[in-house]
């Protein structure tokens, strides 16, 4: 099916032109193509394509000038420029994006990212389009209310755009500080002092929370922009995959779980209630007793199944258990979170037609529920 947005490649080398034309073509955009900023200039005059990616270091005039006279061009100054670069140096990123960059990617290119990032920006450019017309058109209480609503999703779209961009920058290096700070562990173990290996082991542990948090934010904004099926769940598999996944953990916490043998089936998405489970038995190892004892059950009623985790923590007052399913609402407890897990689980069972809730006495513990629609 033919696809109605234009592509303009501006690069030197034919290789990486060749390469992107074909991905691009492949995926159904018309795609021109520039060898350097001068000829793009005079493209744009009158082709105006939907979107331009763009290499910086050319010869001529450089992708940042080439940027420079597009934005300075009233008939061109609106269309999104993604930077094509193998610069790495954070300054260089932020010199594009204050000329009038939307984005950027990185030299070799990634074409699953790449191709992402183009249908993000056509999205907000072609919602940026209609709000120009709407707002040439409207002119009653109603119409202004719906072009304030457009300008919303496009803030939101944005927004989506810049996190999800952070947090994949933010992965990479990450990852190598976790494997180099095991490596320096393992190598050094015995020609290091007991304060370097402490060092260490705080840099670790630093760097797997930062994934963690990366990881949560990322999920959270899956759940609420993707939209997904609800089957029937085998809700033992899914419990069994979430104690395979936090069996290290289990085992830390020296916790005894007590989980029923009998699930009654639900409709849902079974890739995130597995994260629900992981999120509240996180919780409970975590905030339950020394040592922690779990136990996992459901409740069946007329046309939903509650699905609980009770454990043996000190429980919660009134005041805290109203904020508990807020985002980023943590408590003073020896064990720090992020404050992002129980939002998450809100997040997606409400996406999923349940509820979340939770029941809580002074000195005896918590219990944690879900529910979910029963297959009819």
Known sequence: MPNSNTILIVDDIPENISTLFDFLDANNFEVLVARDGSTAIEITEYERPDLILLDIMMPGLSGFETCEHL?????????????????????????GLNLGAVDYVTKPIQQE??????????????????????????????????????????????????????????????????????????????????????????ILNSSQKMVSIVNALLLLAKVSKQEVQSTPLDMQDIVYKATQ??????????????????????????EWVEEVWVNYMTNGLKYGGKPPHLEIGTIETQNTV???????????????????????????????????????????????????????????????????????
């Not at 934005?71 to 010199?95: C, G, R, W, Y």
Request: aromatic fraction near 6%; hydrophobic fraction near 35%; glycine fraction near 6%.
């Open 71 to 95: 934005k300075a061009n009233t008939n061109t100054q609106d269309i999104p420029i993604i930077f094509m670069t193998a610069l790495s140096e954070t300054l260089d990123k932020v010199k």
């Open 113 to 202: 990212e790449v191709l992402a990032r183009i249908n993000t920006h056509l999205t907000v450019y072609n919602l940026q389009q209609q709000l120009k017309l709407k707002n040439v058109e409207l002119k009653t209480k109603n119409d202004e209310l719906e072009a304030k609503n457009l300008e919303l999703k496009i803030k939101n779209d944005e927004l989506d755009t810049f996190s999800h961009t952070v947090a994949h920058d933010l992965k990479n290096p990450l990852s190598h500080l976790i494997n180099l700070s095991d490596l320096l562990m393992e190598e050094l173990s015995d020609n290091i002092s007991e304060q370097g290996h402490i060092c260490l082991q705080h």
């Open 245 to 270: 996944r936090l069996d290290l953990m289990i085992r830390q916490y020296q916790a005894e779980l007590v989980i029923t043998d009998k699930w009654p089936t639900t409709l849902g998405y079974a």
């Open 306 to 376: 509650r699905f609980w985790i009770k454990d043996n923590g000190s429980g919660l007052e009134q005041e805290s258990i109203d904020k508990l399913f807020t985002q980023f609402t943590r408590f003073q407890t020896p064990v720090e979170g992020h404050g992002l897990g129980l939002s998450i689980v809100r997040h997606i069972i409400e996406k999923l037609g349940g509820e979340v809730g939770i029941e809580s006495e002074v000195g005896v513990g918590c219990l944690f529920y879900f529910t979910l629609p029963k297959v009819t």
